[in-house]
């Protein structure tokens, strides 16, 4: 059972938009930056998001992320076949005193 | 470009220890904070630790899970971080990735195999 709440899967046909939930609580999201990774099949994850809404270089603007209160989004506009992966959010937690991940949600482009 | 290789993974018996490295080019590495992250068979990926740099204190801080189990060390005149592993359980078999969040530069190792198994 993970501290932060993402379904575990998503869906979407090529164009469209789509956005995938993390749940959390003041501890984590309330008062920290929420991260995003990507993980394509079979390979190592990569930064999406950093700080809550910030796109390292390359990562395309069709990537967004959000947070209100304790919970964040990312949100894909566009959606293409190679966004096909599993994404997770990550926070640190001050009551744990750790960086905990969401249980990741697998995104299908159908 | 910033590339993290880890080593060290492979077949130990449960009570058995590991050490894994994780050697890093590209980027100022003493000033950057490393984290271990480990994904089990079919999982999600679970935060193991992390190595603040030593301009910010060069702490470290442990999950639960490996807390008094795992030690990690750094290197920063070889630019190399380290995952001491003691009285592994069979819970830990996972793949083990070295990371960065550091801007501009964020980065992910291709992971070693651990896998504990009598």
């Known amino acids: 059972q993970s501290v932060l709440t993402q379904p575990p899967s998503a869906s979407g046909t090529p164009g469209q938009r789509v956005t995938i939930s993390c749940s959390g609580s003041s501890s984590n999201i309330g008062t920290n930056y929420v991260y995003w990774y990507q993980q394509l099949p079979g390979t190592a994850p990569k930064l999406l998001i950093y700080?809550?809404?910030q796109r390292p270089s390359g990562v395309p603007d069709r990537f967004s992320g959000s947070k209100s209160g304790t919970s964040a989004s990312l949100a894909i506009s566009g959606l293409r076949s190679e966004d096909e992966a599993d994404y997770y959010c990550?926070?640190?937690?001050?009551?744990?005193?750790?960086?905990?991940f969401g249980g990741g949600t697998k995104l299908t482009v159908l | 470009e910033v590339q993290l290789v880890e080593s060290g993974g492979g077949l130990v018996k449960p009570g058995g220890s590991l050490r894994l490295s994780c050697v890093a080019s590209g980027l100022t590495f003493k000033n950057a904070w490393m984290s271990w992250v480990r994904q089990g068979p079919g999982q999600g990926l679970e935060w193991v630790g992390r190595?603040?740099?030593?301009?910010?204190?060069?702490?470290?801080d442990y999950a639960a899970p490996v807390k008094g189990r795992f030690t990690m060390s750094r290197d920063d005149s070889k630019n190399t971080l380290y995952l001491q592993m003691n009285s592994l359980k069979t819970e830990d078999t996972a793949v083990y990735y070295c990371?960065?969040?550091?801007?501009?530069?964020?980065?992910w190792g291709q992971g070693t195999l651990v896998t504990v198994s009598s």
């Open positions: 990371s960065t969040d550091q801007m501009p530069d964020p980065a």
């Open positions: 700080m809550n809404n």
């Open positions: 190595f603040k740099s030593k301009t910010d204190g060069g702490s470290t």
């Open positions: 990550a926070v640190w937690d001050d009551s744990l005193s750790g960086r905990v």
